[in-house]
């Protein structure tokens, strides 16, 4: 067999462009791919997207891939293949805290780089109802921790109860898998649209802080029945979490729910070991994550260290002084964080993921793509689309969704309408979820100052070309 020069990632990752030449990985092979970016049947833009790293994940979406002959045409450029320390994370600078972050997806838009936080491009949000784990969007406040899964240990603590000490073997074992298709949204998702209107204090998130996946592992509730749980007799507790990462002062990230959802069986509140049907990948948890259903993703506290049962809300400034909305004129000279209640249950979202903003679309037929989710397990009945900025409206097509229990996913949508040449449009969306909850129609009236909430109706500006 010939011998193949070495690369790491980062250097694949350096060619995304024809004139840097084109190059994707497979497996743990590399390929230059510059000359069949025009010959691509799904047009040379879809396979831009992959430039610069793995194919999996876009293999996942497009399912026409996974066949040997594309493989073998895929032979055909084959220039080197991965360095073989490339699996394990890079070789620590030791100052740098985030030296040991893992590789990403380079596909992925990146607000902050350390800490990590990145969403995937809208037209890919679509593509799939479940979002392939190299694509799902990545919140991360701290560096990303590494964690020896055999000495791997979850602190559980109940008052009253005895405290068990799990590790990732019992944690598969002792209790009974339990599975849940679940959107996350962070709170800031579509913060850039709030910041429009006026400053806010925040990662500038476009409409990609959203994303779906399979959950799999062990229902929180059965955990704390194992700890020793005892009836809290009607009284407000609360469920505490806290993560592996921490800052350069040992401050961790912690969130808590409380004690009554984790409780009761149909909020499937888990702790995760799988995304779909694999272990976590390390920027969403591993080994474990817990996943609440219906509520703010700040809750869903990563590389879970500790879960305590306690008469309070989490100490965290994540719970105590962030994720809270306000009334617009509230500055930072006169926020006080502690008038406004967590944010749990998030209200009725929607957007459009195509086309793009200032995009030119061709006369004829235009297909209008998005997604639609809302907090609390509550359904997306409808979603209504204009053309014309809000003036006239038509019911979208809700794409059919495998669903069990309460609607803790999204619900991805399509119009086709009749578009004639020279038109500008206003393209805009707004759902209704089973409560009857709509989405408000402008940014002014629900702008705050950390830009959380942000779910006004979603305009998209196109014009129709000939
Ligand atoms: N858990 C830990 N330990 N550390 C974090 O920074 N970020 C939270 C939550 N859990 C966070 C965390 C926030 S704000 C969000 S929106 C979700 O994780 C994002 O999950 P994801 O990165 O898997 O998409
Ligand atoms: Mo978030």
Same mark, same amino acid.
């Given at each position: 067999a010939p011998q193949y020069p070495r690369y790491t990632r980062a250097e694949v990752s350096q060619h995304r462009t024809p004139s840097e030449r084109v190059w994707v990985t497979h497996g743990s092979d590399v390929f230059d791919v510059t000359d069949f970016v025009e010959l691509h049947p799904g047009g040379p833009d879809k396979i831009l997207l992959a430039a610069g790293g793995a194919l999996e994940p876009f293999w996942a979406l497009y399912a026409v891939h996974s066949q040997p002959h594309v493989l073998e045409l895929l032979q055909e450029y084959k220039v080197g293949e991965l360095s073989p320390e490339e699996a394990a994370p890079p070789p620590g600078?030791?100052?740098?805290?985030?030296?040991?972050?893992?590789?990403?997806?380079?596909?992925?838009?990146?607000?902050?780089?350390?800490?990590?936080?990145?969403?995937?491009?809208?037209?890919?949000?679509?593509?799939?109802?479940? &979002?392939?784990?190299?694509?799902?969007? &990545?919140?991360?406040?701290?560096?990303?921790?590494?964690?020896?899964?055999?000495?791997?240990?979850?602190?559980?603590?109940?008052?009253?109860?005895?405290?068990?000490?799990?590790?990732?073997?019992?944690?598969?074992?002792?209790?009974?898998?339990?599975?849940? &298709?679940?959107?996350?949204?962070?709170?800031?998702?579509?913060?850039?649209?709030?910041?429009?209107?006026?400053?806010?204090?925040?990662?500038?998130?476009?409409?990609?802080?959203?994303?779906?996946?399979?959950?799999?592992?062990?229902?929180?509730?059965?955990?704390?029945?194992?700890?020793?749980?005892?009836?809290?007799?009607?009284?407000?507790?609360?469920?505490?979490?806290?993560?592996?990462?921490?800052?350069?002062?040992?401050?961790?990230?912690?969130?808590?729910?409380?004690?009554?959802?984790?409780?009761?069986?149909?909020?499937?509140?888990?702790?995760?070991?799988?995304?779909?049907?694999?272990?976590?990948?390390?920027?969403?948890?591993?080994?474990?994550?817990?996943?609440?259903?219906?509520?703010?993703?700040?809750?869903?506290?990563?590389?879970?260290?500790?879960?305590?049962?306690?008469?309070?809300?989490?100490?965290?400034?994540?719970?105590?002084?962030?994720?809270?909305?306000?009334?617009?004129?509230?500055?930072?000279?006169?926020?006080?964080?502690?008038?406004?209640?967590a944010i749990q249950e998030l209200p009725v979202q929607s957007a459009i993921t195509e086309p793009r903003p200032g995009a030119a679309v061709p006369e004829g037929e235009i297909t209008v793509r998005g997604y639609a989710w809302s907090g609390g397990g509550r359904e997306v009945i409808r979603v209504d689309v204009s053309l014309d900025g809000g003036r006239t409206w038509q019911e979208a097509e809700l794409c059919p969704r495998p669903q069990r229990g309460r609607a803790w996913a999204w619900a991805l949508w399509e119009l086709r309408a009749p578009v004639a040449a020279g038109a500008r449009l206003e393209l805009v969306c707004k759902a209704v979820d089973r409560g009857y909850n709509g989405q408000p129609d402008s940014v002014e009236g629900i702008w705050n100052l950390r830009g959380v909430l942000s779910n006004a109706w979603h305009r998209v500006p196109v014009t129709v070309t000939r």
């Open positions: 600078d030791t100052r740098d805290p985030f030296a040991g972050d893992p590789p990403r997806h380079p596909a992925l838009r990146v607000n902050s780089l350390k800490p990590f936080n990145a969403e995937p491009p809208p037209e890919l949000l679509t593509q799939s109802f479940l &979002t392939p784990n190299e694509l799902f969007f &990545t919140r991360n406040h701290l560096p990303v921790p590494s964690v020896e899964p055999g000495s791997y240990r979850l602190r559980v603590e109940v008052p009253g109860g005895r405290s068990l000490s799990l590790s990732l073997a019992e944690l598969r074992q002792r209790f009974p898998k339990h599975e849940v &298709t679940a959107t996350l949204q962070c709170a800031g998702n579509r913060r850039s649209e709030m910041s429009r209107v006026r400053p806010v204090k925040g990662l500038s998130w476009d409409i990609g802080a959203i994303s779906t996946a399979r959950w799999a592992g062990a229902r929180l509730r059965d955990v704390l029945l194992a700890a020793g749980l005892a009836n809290k007799n009607g009284q407000e507790w609360h469920v505490c979490f806290e993560g592996l990462d921490e800052d350069a002062s040992g401050t961790r990230y912690g969130a808590s729910i409380p004690l009554e959802r984790a409780m009761d069986p149909r909020a499937e509140v888990i702790l995760a070991y799988e995304m779909n049907g694999q272990e976590l990948p390390r920027d969403h948890g591993f080994p474990v994550r817990v996943v609440v259903p219906g509520v703010v993703g700040a809750r869903s506290v990563k590389w879970l260290r500790s879960v305590e049962v306690s008469p309070a809300e989490s100490p965290s400034h994540w719970q105590q002084n962030d994720y809270k909305g306000f009334c617009p004129s509230v500055d930072w000279d006169s926020v006080d964080f502690q008038k406004a209640p």
